[in-house]
């Protein structure tokens, strides 16, 4: 269970960079992008390929973190056979039932004697 644990924050670590070199990225309305020096190692085209990049291998963390954990939750959710705590010759337990309704039934009309009933004959 602490494997699961731990590939989960991985994974939660991974989508925020994720998150973040995406929304870093330059697109063509300007977007969020960031500025840089365009003569330095990561001047526009160098921060675009190595955002790029970045972009690419964390997408292809979350993926395969994705698989394995999906492999781990079935794997771990298995279960053996169904065990039950029920005693199947126990008694239920006393008490009002609270499902009962609260107003008692109407009495039945007295039945007519037989000498009133002309279908009766």
């Not at 602490?2 to 989508?15: D, E, G, P, R």
């Not at 330059?26 to 921060?47: D, Q, V």
């Not at 199947?88 to 009962?100: E, H, V």
Request: glycine residues 14%; charged residues 15%; without cysteine.
């Amino acid at each position: 269970m602490s494997l699961f644990i731990f590939l989960t924050v991985i994974q939660a670590l991974v989508a925020a960079a994720l998150v973040g070199v995406v929304l870093m990225q330059r697109s063509e309305g300007g977007g969020l992008g960031i500025g840089g020096n365009p003569g330095g190692a990561f001047g526009a085209r160098g921060a675009a390929d190595f955002l790029s990049r970045s972009t690419k291998w964390l997408a292809v963390a979350f993926v395969a973190l994705s698989i394995v954990l999906a492999g781990l939750a079935v794997r771990e959710s298995r279960v053996g056979g169904v065990t039950t705590t029920l005693e199947r010759g126990a008694a239920a337990p006393g008490g009002p039932d609270l499902l009962a309704d609260p107003t008692p039934a109407p009495a039945a009309p007295a039945a007519p004697p037989a000498e009133q009933d002309p279908l009766a004959e």
